[in-house]
């Protein structure tokens, strides 16, 4: 049984330019949600798809916007890139039918903004 | 403004110690607490709270919730190397979940 799968690993980009990180939720999951890790935090939740619809946001700026797929894998896009960027993106996945709150996270995403 | 504040930031202690880590958090719809362990990349799941008083165990770790005075600790008793990480905790609220800045262990030999 899968878990769940993100790509790429690592990313180095320049300032100004987008990425597209991909996530594949585990099996039988429904429900994905983004965070970004900067250095030395916690994850800051960016926000959460599901049925192909964003379901609720944090703090984040609208450079940061994500898509559902109807085999509820998710992208999450940020354009104009800033150095502030810069962070481990994690995406975990989650059951609606199942416990509230228990997500499972992907490896992560190493996004490096210069 | 929702938050989830983890205390102490950090610890240092030697291998056979019992530690405690403390969660506070005000976030509104409160649905449940999550204790997660992160070593390198993705945090691994320990423990969900939904109830207040009604103690989580898993081997050595154990955790348990106060919804009343909005707390969470976790313990860890007879602490090995391998427990040293990063333990977070986490306060899902409505369909967000918010995560303190978490708790870096260091057991040593």
């Known amino acids: 049984d899968a878990g769940v799968t993100q790509s790429p690993t690592h990313l180095i980009k320049t300032r100004g330019q987008q990425v597209t990180l991909r996530c594949s939720p585990k099996s039988g999951h429904d429900t994905v949600s983004w965070y970004q890790q900067a250095l030395g935090q916690g994850p800051q939740f960016i926000f959460q798809y599901y049925e192909e619809e964003e379901r609720q946001r944090g703090n984040f700026p609208d450079r940061f916007s994500g898509h559902q797929f109807p085999n509820y894998s998710s992208e999450l896009n940020v354009n104009a890139l800033l150095l502030g960027d810069s962070a481990l993106y994690l995406c975990?996945?989650?059951?609606?039918?199942?416990?509230?709150?228990?997500?499972?996270f992907g490896p992560g995403t190493r996004l490096t903004v210069t | 403004e929702d938050k989830v504040v983890q205390s102490p930031l950090s610890l240092v202690v030697h291998e056979g110690d019992t530690v405690t880590l403390n969660c506070s958090y005000e976030v509104t719809n409160f649905r449940s607490l999550l204790w997660y362990k992160q070593e390198k990349k993705a945090p691994t799941f320990l423990f969900m709270l939904t109830s207040s008083g009604i103690e989580k165990k898993s081997g050595r770790l154990s955790s348990i919730l106060d919804k009343k005075e909005l707390f969470s600790i976790l313990n860890i008793t007879a602490t090995q190397t391998g427990d040293s990480a990063i333990y977070l905790c986490?306060?899902?609220?409505?369909?967000?979940?918010?995560f303190g800045a978490g708790t870096r262990l260091f057991v040593k030999a």
């Open positions: 986490a306060v899902t609220g409505g369909f967000k979940t918010i």
């Open positions: 975990a996945s989650s059951s609606s039918r199942g416990a509230q709150g228990e997500q499972y």
